[in-house]
T-cell receptor
């Protein structure tokens, strides 16, 4: 499968805790993106990290990229109940956007 | 600026029927892509249209087809529906040359 693998598949935490999701992929990339999906609805773009970047921040989000290990991680700090959603990494492969398997995050108030 | 819209939002069909889903991209976005999302297979790329031409196609049978109109609106069609076609169908648009895709809310298709 061309899909990336994400782990964990599911994650449950309390509000205020940090959540870390990991993504691994198989082919070389120019960039890697992270998207969020709320309960079976459309996806929302969160952040893009380029292959020459190692870390990128956006608000409470921090993304790291290790091209030698073909892996990326998304860290959400000080999580809120509203962060409850599925999170997907995605990369382009021959101009097709390929999504990972996703991590379902549940944040309990 | 209005977001990506998809119609209808929900659809129930029976096996053997055909269905047409519609997507209106964000104004100025000429690239439209379609994805199928199922619990078993996850998010899978169906096809991409740009300037009324199919630019990329995923690994789906010929029963899945699409088109794009001169105003960039796109439709996808699934003929001879099978139970396994039950899924959330997502449409996304983007600016040419950009990487970020903007998704619509999806059409949930149930095949009985």
């Amino acid at each position: 499968s061309q899909q990336g693998e994400e782990d964990p598949q599911a994650l449950s935490i309390q509000e205020g805790e940090n959540a870390t999701m990991n993504c691994s992929y198989k082919t070389s990339i120019n960039n890697l993106q992270w998207y969020r999906q709320n309960s079976g609805r459309g996806l929302v773009h969160l952040i893009l990290i380029r292959s020459n970047e190692r870390e990128k921040h956006s608000g409470r989000l921090r993304v790291t990229l290790d091209t030698s290990k073909k892996s990326s991680s998304l860290l959400i700090t000080a999580s809120r109940a509203a962060d409850t959603a599925s999170y997907f990494c995605a990369r382009y492969n021959t101009d097709k956007l390929i999504f990972g398997t996703g991590t379902r995050l549940q944040v309990f108030p | 600026k209005a977001g990506v819209t998809q119609t209808p939002r929900y659809l129930i069909k029976t096996r053997g029927q055909q269905v047409t889903l519609s997507c209106s991209p964000i104004s100025g976005h000429r690239s439209v892509s379609w994805y199928q999302q199922t619990p078993g297979q996850g998010l899978q790329f169906l096809f991409e249209y740009f300037s009324e031409t199919q630019r990329n196609k995923g690994n789906f049978p010929g029963r899945f087809s699409g088109r794009q109109f001169s105003n960039s609106r796109s439709e996808m069609n699934v003929s001879t529906l099978e139970l396994g076609d039950s899924a959330l169908y997502l449409c996304a648009s983007k600016v040419t040359g950009d990487n970020e895709q903007f998704f619509g809310p999806g059409t949930r298709l149930t095949v009985l």
